[in-house]
């Protein structure tokens, strides 16, 4: 208790500018209201209370935003990637110096638990370095000699690039997006969630306080219909990196189509945790209650349906619910929290109208299935038990701490329900026969699988979706695929015949 009075006690200090002054958009190395002067009102899902105004972003400041971006990006383009890796690594240093901050602000801003949160800066910090290091050999290519010509290919940066980001864990992803972008020589517009805007403010004061150029980076708030739209219609801007619902994303297509924008997406999911018999059920056990718990379910990789071997399900999911049952729901900024509030009333009623579509679909409420009464968006950890894949409680995704459990009696009939889905986000598999795991991530529609694992990230590896959970893959050099333009030139090695027309 002492200790959350003291983080508490911080959290005022860290929050008092943004109470004072408000989150202002940034364009072209000036901090500024919107062109309209509109602001919203930022609340925070602990207690409700108000946090502070925000910029409501309009077309206009886009616009300013993308001209800047537009200018300044051929000498972010030009500047060596040596200089580049200084910078992104100084914008490390930087985020790793205010940790803490970081840490406080956005578990008041997003309801997520500091035990998690904690970590948000150090990861976010990894992204900036791991890419800083790739940006020296960012544009490097191949060399594709044929009989007359030497082919050589090199990268470039596609251009001024937008960038749209979700409320849920919002600091960690927005470096993920940006650092991969300004390591390949991209400009940014950044259009973070409006549901959490402070730590996108946070982070773009440390990277223009680490040498970031005026104009390199931009950030603009607001309403994704209003800001958001105007960001993918605009014409200077080539690509767009989008985070959010599948629902959002085909919005974004359709808007983006005039311009012809490139688009990389990282949409939902209603991930499958496969249980069966022959597994290792402690860790299981384990690895699935945290896959669905941890950051109040609020992931897009959660773990949200288990699908059970019968022969062990009662006694797995018996187990499951006394663990349920003491997750720790709490004030985000107590280190013992486990749970925190969901992000904002509307998502709060959304997450709390499957409590009763379950019941009347016919699944039991195994733990859980309750709002809890407060301020806050407070909700239990709830599972779902006996379950078919057909309910919408199976098919939806949920977005908070609910798991919709299904048994299975067979491999045949595990792999077609975990396929049963339009998403392909994650999957999960638990069995101790490497033959069968082989066999079941081979036809797993799943853009990312961990065997006898929990989701595990390693910055190389490819991270996106299939299915309606997304298009196109971060980390390591896809992401360079993303936000850089192959170019192939071929030079003549000698005088071949040239087909001579009209001699
Ligand atoms: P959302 O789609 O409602 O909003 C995401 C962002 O898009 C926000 O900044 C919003 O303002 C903006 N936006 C909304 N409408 C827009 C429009 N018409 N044009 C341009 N921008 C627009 O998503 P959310 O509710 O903030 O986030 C939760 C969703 O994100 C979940 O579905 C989750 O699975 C998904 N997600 C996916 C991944 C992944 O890697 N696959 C990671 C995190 C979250």
Aim: glycine share 10%; proline share 5%; hydrophobic share 40%.
């Amino acid at each position: 208790m002492a200790q959350l009075e003291d983080n508490i006690a911080k959290l005022e200090d860290y929050l008092k500018r943004f109470r004072d002054g408000g989150v202002l958009n940034h364009i072209n190395g000036k901090s500024q209201a919107s062109s309209s002067g509109a602001t919203f009102d930022n609340h925070s899902p602990v207690d409700g209370k108000l946090i502070c105004a925000v910029a409501r972003g309009t077309a206009d400041d886009v616009d300013a935003a993308a001209k800047a971006a537009k200018a300044a990006f051929p000498a972010w383009r030009d500047m060596p990637g040596t200089e580049r890796k200084k910078i992104l690594h100084r914008i490390a240093d930087g985020i790793v110096a205010r940790a803490e901050e970081i840490a406080f602000a956005e578990c008041y801003d997003t309801g997520q638990a500091l035990r998690f949160m904690s970590k948000a800066a150090i990861r976010g910090a990894e992204n900036f370095r791991y890419f800083g290091d790739l940006a020296p050999s960012a544009r490097d290519g191949k060399q594709l000699p044929s009989a007359t010509l030497m082919n050589v290919t090199t990268r470039l940066p596609i251009g001024p690039v937008g960038i749209i980001t979700p409320w849920n864990t919002p600091f960690m992803l927005s470096t993920w997006k940006i650092a991969p972008a300004l390591a390949a020589g991209c400009t940014v517009v950044h259009k973070p969630a409006e549901f959490s805007p402070v730590t996108a403010r946070i982070l773009l004061e440390i990277a223009e306080e680490a040498g970031l150029p005026p104009g390199v980076w931009n950030l603009v708030n607001g309403f994704g219909e209003e800001a958001g739209k105007a960001l993918t219609e605009h014409r200077d801007i080539k690509a767009i990196a989008f985070v959010g619902e599948s629902q959002t994303g085909s919005m974004i297509m359709r808007q983006g189509a005039a311009t012809l924008k490139r688009v990389h997406f990282e949409l939902g999911g209603k991930n499958p945790v496969v249980v069966f018999d022959d597994a290792d059920l402690d860790r299981a056990l384990d690895a699935a209650i945290f896959m669905i718990y941890s950051l109040n379910g609020e992931r897009c990789t959660s773990s949200s349906r288990l699908l059970i071997q019968d022969s062990i399900a009662d006694k797995f999911l018996e187990r499951m619910v006394a663990r349920v049952n003491n997750i720790r729901v709490g004030h985000p900024l107590d280190p013992d929290t486990e749970i925190g509030p969901l992000i904002h009333k509307e998502h709060f009623d959304k997450v709390c109208s499957y409590f009763d579509l379950a019941k009347s679909e016919g699944a039991t409420i195994a733990a859980g299935g309750e709002a809890i009464a407060g301020d806050g968006y407070f909700v239990r950890p709830t599972l779902f038990a006996n379950a078919t894949n057909d309910m919408r409680i199976a098919q939806e995704e949920i977005f908070g701490p609910v798991l919709t459990a299904i048994t299975f009696d067979s491999e045949e009939q595990a792999l077609a329900l975990a396929n049963d889905t339009q998403y392909g986000l994650t999957g999960y598999v638990w069995t101790n026969n490497i033959a069968r795991a082989m066999r079941f991530t081979e036809k797993l529609e799943a853009g990312m699988i961990w065997v006898n694992s929990e989701n595990v990230r390693h910055l190389p590896t490819p991270f996106g979706g299939v299915k309606a959970s997304g298009i196109g893959r971060d980390g390591g050099d896809w992401s360079f695929e993303f936000y850089m333009e192959q170019k192939h030139i071929g030079f003549a090695t000698g005088a071949h015949k040239i087909p001579q027309l009209g001699a």
